[in-house]
């Protein structure tokens, strides 16, 4: 997990994973991404499926094509791998047997990955020029369609607006994507896909970390 990345459940990770059957090797949980500007409103996971792409598009009439799940970041998610198995390579998304990735991950719908990938207009610019390079708008992550059906990589997507409407075009796209909105949240509500959840965070760190600095 990275540091914007929280798990939200209303059981314990504990109890999600002691009911997974003893030969289940790989659970996954699936992200949630933060409206930005917001410290509750989240967008939820869509599962992937033959009514997916067309509810990104209607959530997100403009960039809906260009976005995976209708999210900026992954979709993948975060693992919990069981210990004691031989020759692991744990990595960011996935874990690797003996070279392979390791197949048939369980799902646990009971605990969410909730990303603070942009948490405000302000953050997600200072983040941008990293993330067009080297992070998760790089030039060599796969589109969410494939070009010959119209699709386009974030990335070039990102190197197109600005070319054509500068930092104007990468506003209007936070705006429609990203940034926290009574049209945004409507627009997720009509679809099943908004979640408010207070992290609590700064109780959350007095309480785990008692003497971190404030």
Same mark, same amino acid.
């Given at each position: ?6 798990? %939200?459940?209303? =059981? ?20 949630? @991404? ?7 409103? !989240? ?12 509810? %990104? ?9 260009? +976005? ?5 970041? /992954?979709?993948?998610? #975060?693992?919990?791998?069981?210990? *004691?198995?031989? &020759? ?24 969410? =990955? ?30 969410? #369609? #494939? ?7 974030? /990335?070039?997507?990102? /190197? ?6 500068? @930092? *104007?075009? +990468?506003?209007?796209?936070?705006? @429609? ?10 627009? +997720? ?6 979640? @408010?959840? &207070?992290?609590? =965070? ?5 309480? /785990? !970390? ?5």
């Amino acid at each position: 997990m990275d540091a914007d990345e929280f798990l %939200v459940s209303d =059981l314990t990770v504990g109890q999600s994973l002691a009911a997974l059957d003893r030969g289940q090797t790989l659970a996954r949980v699936r992200p949630m @991404e933060l409206l930005g500007g917001s410290d509750t409103a !989240f967008k939820t996971f869509l599962p992937a499926g033959p009514n997916r792409a067309k509810t %990104v598009r209607a959530i997100y009439p403009t960039f809906g094509d260009y +976005l995976t799940g209708g999210f900026l970041s /992954h979709v993948a998610g #975060k693992l919990f791998v069981r210990t *004691s198995l031989p &020759d692991v390579q744990i990595r960011i998304h996935n874990a690797f047997q003996n070279d392979q990735i390791i197949p048939n991950a369980v799902e646990l719908p009971d605990i969410a =990955l909730a990303h603070c990938h942009a948490t405000s207009w302000t953050a997600w610019r200072a983040a941008y020029d990293y993330r067009l390079s080297k992070g998760s708008y790089r030039a060599e992550l796969k589109p969410a #369609k #494939k070009p010959e059906n119209g699709g386009m990589t974030l /990335h070039d997507l990102f /190197h197109y607006l600005e070319a054509n409407d500068g @930092e *104007s075009g +990468l506003r209007a796209f936070y705006d @429609e994507v990203i940034g926290d909105s009574p049209d945004m949240r409507a627009r +997720l509500q009509a679809h099943g896909a908004l979640r @408010e959840v &207070d992290l609590n =965070l700064d109780a959350l760190l007095a309480k /785990h !970390f008692p003497d971190a600095p404030v």
